[in-house]
């Protein structure tokens, strides 16, 4: 499915390209199964573009497939190799590649982002983003696991420290990411209060073991009541500023809050003295790294850990994908097959 131009769905379309042949160090996979990503749609309208973007553009970060073909180089998988891929790709070379961070690469290239992705038949990768995956996993399941689940973890685990015995806000309780963040603080011995719109989304929350909330005015007395007055210790946010408010005044005294997105708006106030007063540290999450992500698989495949699963569209039908991403309501991850 190929991006012609910006704007709505229609500026996308079914198109027969020729199929990728591998580099020297790069496979091709035959894919199973990518997901949407709110990268997906920005780029699509035309509102937010990687550095090296341009049209036509074949989006798809996440994507789970077999090892059709591999570069003479390569030896770490074969072909027939079921893998899972690591979309953030660095040059190896500079300084922050050495330091184990490429997602922040001045070179960063993207599966979907601003190279060829998952929208399609093949798709080709470096071999040293793929991951093998046992033969048990669903690969339309471990499709959904990259983005959302890589910068939970990397929120959770590492920016957040989250620990036993803490209490953890996570606001927009159905999203991919919140799916994966309350059940990584859960798995960490937290206690969760979710925020959901709706009863649905505060119903999903609850089964992942959340106590959910609505996300209204009224959100800051409900978690203070039910922190005995205190507030929570950690806030995960990636709804940006909408959110905002609520998120500061949950917190306790020497809480964090880990923002790791800005989906509905990236300007916000706030007093200087009430966060130093409080002792409150902001923690910008940054980029995971492919030792988050790595760690995150390995967590998944121990078992215990639930993906969820919204829609299933055939790769034809990604402008009704597109749609159903677009409404807000979609429960968990989005997926598209050919």
């Not at 899972?84 to 300084?95: A, N, R």
């Not at 709706?198 to 999903?204: G, M, N, P, V």
């Amino acid at each position: 499915m190929v991006q012609t131009g910006f704007g709505g769905v229609d500026v996308v379309r079914l198109s027969q390209l020729p199929d990728p042949a591998p580099g020297p160090a790069e496979v091709v996979i035959r894919v199973h199964s990518a997901a949407l990503n709110q990268l997906d749609l920005l780029q699509r309208r035309g509102t937010t573009r990687l550095p090296g973007f341009r049209l036509p553009h074949v989006g798809g970060m996440d994507v789970a497939g077999e090892v059709a073909a591999v570069g003479v180089e390569v030896t770490t998988v074969r072909p027939g190799d079921r893998v899972l891929v690591d979309p953030t790709i660095g040059c190896h070379t500079c300084p922050t590649c050495a330091d184990g961070d490429p997602g922040n690469c001045p070179a960063l290239a993207v599966v979907g982002g601003n190279r060829p992705g998952g929208f399609a038949e093949y798709v080709s990768v470096p071999a040293t983003v793929t991951h093998r995956l046992p033969a048990h996993v669903d690969l339309a399941e471990a499709a959904a696991l990259p983005t959302a689940w890589s910068l939970a973890w990397h929120a959770v685990q590492r920016v957040g420290a989250v620990a036993a015995g803490e209490t953890v806000l996570i606001h927009g309780a159905a999203s991919a990411v919140s799916v994966a963040a309350i059940q990584l603080a859960r798995r960490a011995g937290a206690q969760v209060i979710a925020t959901g719109r709706t009863e649905a989304k505060r119903a999903l929350a609850a089964e992942l073991g959340a106590d959910a909330v609505r996300g209204d005015e009224q959100t800051v007395t409900e978690v203070r009541e039910r922190t005995g007055g205190h507030g929570v210790d950690v806030v995960i946010d990636h709804v940006g500023s909408a959110t905002w408010p609520t998120s500061l005044a949950s917190l306790r005294r020497g809480g964090r809050l880990v923002l790791l997105g800005n989906t509905t708006g990236d300007q916000v106030s706030f007093s200087l003295a009430d966060v130093y007063r409080r002792g409150l540290r902001l923690l910008g999450a940054g980029a995971y790294t492919p030792a988050d992500f790595a760690a995150m698989l390995d967590a998944y495949l121990a078992g215990g850990l639930r993906v969820v699963r919204a829609a299933e569209y055939p790769l034809a039908e990604l402008p009704a994908a597109y749609r159903r991403q677009e409404t807000g309501d979609a429960l968990g991850k989005i997926l598209v097959r050919p």
